[in-house]
Nanobody, 118 residues
Framework: VQLQAFGGGLVQPGGSLRLSCAAS????????MGWYRQAPGKQRELVAR???????DYAASVKGRFTLSRINAQNTIDLQMNVLKPEDTAVYYC?????????????WGQGTQVTVSS
């Protein structure tokens, strides 16, 4: 499984960015796809994820500002980020989890930098 991320960059506070992630390869039993982020000196944290059934889960800090959607036929997810804040600055990583429990596997994209600064 390979994940390719697109988007990211530099934006002013209050601005918007869109991140996309395309998964390819032999993919089966998708549990969820989503985005994590890691700021300097901090642990990687969940931003948003979308489960195979279509439900979504957002970090409290981004709820109402970020929207995650999935294009099922293409195994692609888009993260629309609005009203960006300096604290959103981080490297964002696309993630796909396949399987459940002891059979679960995590796959990660290469990371893309998002910088929110004036």
């Amino acid at each position: 499984v390979q994940l390719q991320a697109f988007g990211g960059g530099l934006v002013q506070p209050g601005g918007s960015l869109r991140l996309s992630c395309a998964a390819s390869g032999y993919i089966f039993s998708i549990n969820y796809m989503g985005w994590y982020r890691q700021a300097p000196g901090k642990q990687r944290e969940l931003v948003a994820r979308i489960f195979s059934g279509g439900s979504t889960d957002y970090a409290a800090s981004v709820k109402g500002r970020f929207t995650l959607s999935r294009i099922n036929a293409q195994n692609t997810i888009d993260l629309q980020m609005n009203v960006l804040k300096p604290e959103d600055t981080a490297v964002y990583y696309c993630n796909i989890k396949t399987g459940w429990g002891s059979s679960a596997n995590d796959y990660w994209g290469q990371g893309t930098q998002v910088t929110v600064s004036s």
